[in-house]
């Protein structure tokens, strides 16, 4: 057991990435004491990244590690096609009208925004406190054998087939397993994981929710605290 005290960032997944990291930034300050272990899915691993690279303090002095899962760091091929098709765009604001969102939480996950993000940031000696996980999946016909799969691959088969299509990659369905790494980072590739699995918790998946995250947990701890 890893004895750890577990709160959660009550984060709007349809906000910016900037408005997001300053709500991490400011349960931290307000409702955590000691240093801290993080751990962070999707577009959540994006509004993290954000928040420790803006403050010194919290990089420095608060961190002790992290586990991104299948964080488009470089960005998703899907974000920047919300802006070049009305379905999507239409998709994408009733989305953001209805939980009180953002447009821009969209687009903050595009090739160039992430781009201009990362050039900004000084990733230093926290990012070899991090641990990134990767994925991909080729959604083919032995994903609908199981409820996960048969899930993941309704919600995601298609977007997978797109990003294949238009960028040579296969991926977990939304980001690629190389747009998932951070330079300086630890970078872990599973194959076979879907965007959902480390988020979705189904019965008898091979990528259980709660497994994944205390074998990253564990993960995180033996390398980023064995001497360098």
Not at 2 to 16: F, G, I, Q
Not at 128 to 143: E, L, Q, T, Y
Not at 148 to 153: R, T, V
Request: aromatic share 8%.
């Amino acid at each position: 057991a890893l004895d750890l005290a577990v709160e959660s960032v009550p984060l709007n997944t349809e906000k910016d990435v900037r408005a997001n990291a300053d709500a991490i930034l400011e349960f931290v300050e307000q409702k955590t004491s000691g240093r801290l272990v993080f751990i962070a899915h999707s577009k959540g691993c994006s509004d993290l990244l954000d928040a420790l690279a803006r403050s010194r303090a919290l990089r420095d002095e608060r961190m002790l590690a992290a586990v991104s899962f299948q964080g488009p760091f470089g960005g998703t091929a899907v974000a920047n096609w919300v802006d070049d098709s009305a379905f999507l765009r239409t998709v994408a604001g009733s989305f953001t009208k209805m939980f009180q969102g953002s447009a821009d939480a969209y687009r903050d996950l595009s090739f160039e925004r992430c781009a201009l993000r990362l050039a900004s940031y000084e990733l230093g000696d926290f990012a070899r406190r991090m641990v990134c996980f990767g994925s991909s999946n080729k959604f083919g016909a032995k994903a609908a054998l199981s409820l996960d799969g048969a899930l993941g691959a309704a919600a995601m088969k298609a977007s997978s087939n797109a990003i294949l299509d238009a960028t040579g990659f296969y991926s977990d369905g939304l980001v690629c397993p190389h747009d998932a790494r951070l330079p300086g980072a630890y970078s872990v590739q599973l194959d076979g994981m879907m965007h959902s699995h480390p988020a979705l918790y189904t019965p008898g998946s091979a990528f259980d929710a709660g497994a994944l995250a205390q074998a990253a947990l564990e993960l995180a701890f033996e390398l980023t605290t064995a001497p360098q």
